[in-house]
Nanobody
Framework: QVQLVESGGGLVQPGGSLRLSCAAS????????MSWYRQAPGKERELVAR????????SYADSVKGRFTISRDNAKNTVYLQMNSLKPEDTAVYYC???????????WGQGTQVTVSS
């Protein structure tokens, strides 16, 4: 059974930092692209960051470049999102995603709330 369990969300002041974690099980973690998405109230879900399975290369949304860092530990089946210099507009539910789209495989976590407010 595939499981993606996010943790690390919470309330933080502008300029602060949070580290999200996503623990995966039930599939071959190293073979999947791992991504973080977010969805703010009234907005569509958007891709924040991705770590590819093949090369481990990373990509980011323009809005978070230079502030967020995605990393993965294939030995621990865990992907992380380090978020620095947080802004109120980063407030959203953050979702972990595992994708192997060439095979039509796509899994989601339940989401973790991040609120940036003073």
């Amino acid at each position: 059974q595939v499981q993606l369990v996010e943790s690390g969300g919470g309330l933080v002041q502008p300029g602060g930092s949070l580290r999200l974690s996503c623990a995966a099980s039930g599939f071959t973690f190293s073979s999947y692209d791992m991504s973080w998405y977010r969805q703010a109230p009234g907005k569509e879900r958007e891709l924040v960051a991705r770590s590819t399975s093949a090369s481990g290369s990373t990509s980011y949304a323009d809005s978070v470049k230079g502030r967020f860092t995605i990393s993965r530990d294939n030995a621990k089946n865990t992907v992380y999102l380090q978020m620095n210099s947080l802004k109120p507009e980063d407030t959203a539910v953050y979702y972990c995603n595992a994708g192997r789209r060439i095979f039509g495989l796509d899994y989601w976590g339940q989401g973790t709330q991040v609120t940036v407010s003073s």
